[in-house]
């Protein structure tokens, strides 16, 4: 290779600064043809890769927002007993034990949100003044889970429940009446747990009703959940 180089130098003058520019840029193969050089090492003789720096790509990801919807008033068979100005509002803690209701229920896989479901919500949520009161009087969640499915069944294995499984009858009443006792009260403030526990207490033919009276829950504990119904700590989702 380098006396085929060598020859080819001598094939043009030694003065010509062309040819020293095209040898200094070129390198000679085998077939006579000239290839750009790259740059060397001078202890080793070998070749260097040299790579030009590429423009780094930065990878920003898009972060979306996620909007939490909640709701401020629970589904309710008579829209026109008030003005909606009127109206009481909802708990913080009785929105998220209508919330858990629903979660129960669907996770039961029954077709439907029930007075047992509601009593279930208000123990998942737990920090009530209803769900501290059923504790206290030995009604916890498992129980009333296990005798939910004790007094109405297992569903079907292969059936799922909608995302927002619709109240049943008598659940749908329990609502109704914590709003009604909470008009006809005419004091200020939110609908709280003990509403809807009350309410479903009310439903005497109704899964949740028998559930809690087979735990021991009684007229009498009613009336003393009653007297302080309304004193639940307010928490309110802004």
Same mark, same amino acid.
């Given at each position: 290779? !380098? ?28 077939? /006579? ?61 009785? %929105? ?8 129960? !229920? ?14 279930? /919500? ?8 209803? !769900? ?6 030995? %009604? ?23 995302? +927002? ?11 109704? &009446?914590? %709003? ?14 003990? +509403?809807?526990?009350?309410?479903? &207490? ?8 028998? %559930?809690?009276?087979?735990? /021991? ?22």
């Amino acid at each position: 290779m !380098a006396a085929q180089c060598l020859c080819s130098a001598s094939a043009v003058p030694s003065n010509s600064r062309a040819f020293v520019r095209n040898f200094a840029g070129s390198s000679c193969s085998l077939d /006579g043809s000239r290839k750009p050089l790259v740059p060397g090492s001078s202890f080793r003789g070998a070749k260097l890769a040299v790579e030009r720096p590429r423009p780094e790509r930065s990878f920003v990801r898009k972060r979306h927002s996620t909007v939490a919807t909640v709701l401020f008033s629970l589904p309710t068979a008579n829209q026109e007993r008030a003005s909606p100005e009127k109206l009481p509002k909802w708990s913080a803690r009785a %929105i998220k034990s209508f919330a858990m209701a629903e979660l129960e !229920a669907r996770k039961l896989k029954y077709p439907n949100t029930g007075t047992e479901a509601l009593v279930m /919500g208000i123990l998942v949520e737990g920090t009530s003044l209803a !769900a501290k009161f059923l504790r206290a009087n030995g %009604i916890t969640l498992f129980k009333v889970r296990e005798e939910t499915v004790n007094l109405l069944g297992k569903s079907d294995m292969y059936f799922f429940s909608p995302e +927002h499984p619709p109240l049943t009858e008598p659940a749908q009443r329990a609502l109704d &009446w914590a %709003i009604d006792t909470k008009l006809k009260s005419g004091e200020d403030g939110e609908i709280t747990p003990s +509403h809807i526990l009350l309410g479903v &207490w009310s439903e005497k033919e109704s899964a949740g009703h028998k %559930i809690l009276e087979s735990m /021991g829950f009684t007229d009498e504990k009613a009336e003393e959940l009653a007297k302080s119904m309304d004193k639940d700590v307010k928490l309110s989702y802004k």
